[in-house]
């Protein structure tokens, strides 16, 4: 298992053999060092903390203005779009985009993720960690384990029951069960807080993560139950949780399903860390509001390329990225926003299917 103090961008690394015994990546790291694209924006990043900040005061004023009322729950909807954000620059710090000072960066996270979010940072870390090391490997990256879901169809034998019945209408259910993703990042980061084999290395990084956690759902239930009535605060807190987990399925969602799998390909051995990201990362087109709403990531090739990388630059990357993938024929996939959907949720319903036909 990585350590889950490791810095999320060490994939940045040119020594990865590639096909022919040389290195695929080397030029395309060189000539995105040329052009500065992996200096820190730490200005950029600043204004938008600031603002993200800002909207969260916003957000606590209305409340408390409003009082208990139900135009109060119109509140949720900025607040999940705000906490998106959040989740967006907890990322972005676990990746040392932000700052290549590690406890700053460090401190940056455990803001974003463990107090206003409420979703522990060393357990994220550790999952993204394996994921960025070995994306869409069946056996290795933890987003495709299966689970509620499953990518793979040796992974929808057998099941039957509940699990059977989720397995053949996945593609139908896969954005309704996003909603409960806010949620569930809260409830997996307190399972590893109380697990002997979480990925916390001292008793003190356990500690901090659970005040810190402990912070996030104390002050928000008083927020919420201080400003409206208990029926009122539980839709709130319903309606907001729901949003969020919708809005940061659609920005994980089409980034690798239905792409190449490592595991089931017979030359994968070969992929060197070029051909490891590029072929099992899809892009999305678009253009500012594209890149707000997903929070970069749909800049997903050059994302896990370069992971360290600062948000702003990946549309600057992206041109020499695909320019070198032509070069060397690898192919540099890229849709529109909808299309990207159709696709990851097609492969979903494909892997249904022989359960649906055995039914």
């Known amino acids: 298992m990585p350590q889950a103090t490791a810095t999320l961008a060490a994939p940045d690394r040119s020594t990865t053999p590639g096909r022919g015994g040389g290195s695929e990546f080397t030029p395309l790291l060189r000539a995105v060092k040329e052009r500065g694209l992996l200096e820190r924006r730490v200005g950029w990043y600043a204004r938008g903390i600031a603002v993200n900040l800002l909207g969260l005061t916003a957000v606590v004023a209305g409340l408390v203005l409003l009082g208990p009322s139900w135009w109060a729950l119109l509140l949720a909807v900025p607040l999940a779009l705000l906490s998106a954000r959040i989740a967006f620059v907890g990322h972005d710090a676990g990746h040392a985009q932000i700052t290549d000072d590690r406890r700053l960066g460090r401190a940056l996270q455990l803001l974003h993720a463990n107090l206003l979010l409420g979703m522990s940072r060393e357990w994220w870390n550790d999952k993204h960690n394996r994921h960025h090391a070995h994306p869409n490997h069946l056996d290795k990256d933890p987003d495709v384990a299966a689970d509620i ?10 099941r039957d029951g509940l699990r059977g019945w989720l397995t053949r209408h996945q593609a139908w259910l896969f954005f309704p069960l996003t909603t409960l993703e806010g949620i569930a990042l ?5 399972q590893a807080l109380f697990s002997a084999e979480g990925p916390f290395r001292t008793r003190r ?29 539980l839709l709130f807190a319903l309606i907001h949780q729901m949003l969020l ?16 799998m490592p595991d089931a390909h017979p030359d994968s051995a070969a992929w060197g860390h070029l051909r490891r990201q590029v072929l099992t990362s899809r892009n999305i087109r678009g253009g500012a509001l594209t890149d707000w709403f997903l929070g970069g990531l749909n800049y997903q090739i050059e994302h896990h390329l370069f992971p360290s990388m600062p948000r702003p630059h990946l549309r600057l990357a992206q041109p ?40």
């Open 149 to 158: 879901l499953v990518f793979a169809r040796h992974q929808a034998e057998g």
């Open 186 to 190: 809260k409830v997996y980061g307190f």
């Open 205 to 233: 990084e356990r500690l901090v993560e659970g005040a810190l956690l402990l912070a996030h759902v104390t002050g928000y239930a008083t927020l919420l139950l201080s400003t409206l009535t208990p029926g009122q605060a």
């Open 245 to 260: 987990g919708l809005h940061l399925g659609m920005a994980f969602a089409p980034n690798h399903k239905g792409m190449e």
């Open 320 to 359: 020499v990225v695909r320019a070198h993938c032509r070069t060397l024929g690898i192919p540099y996939t890229e849709t529109g926003f909808v299309e990207s959907y159709r696709q990851a949720l097609g492969h979903l319903h494909e892997v249904g299917e022989p359960l649906r036909t055995a039914a």
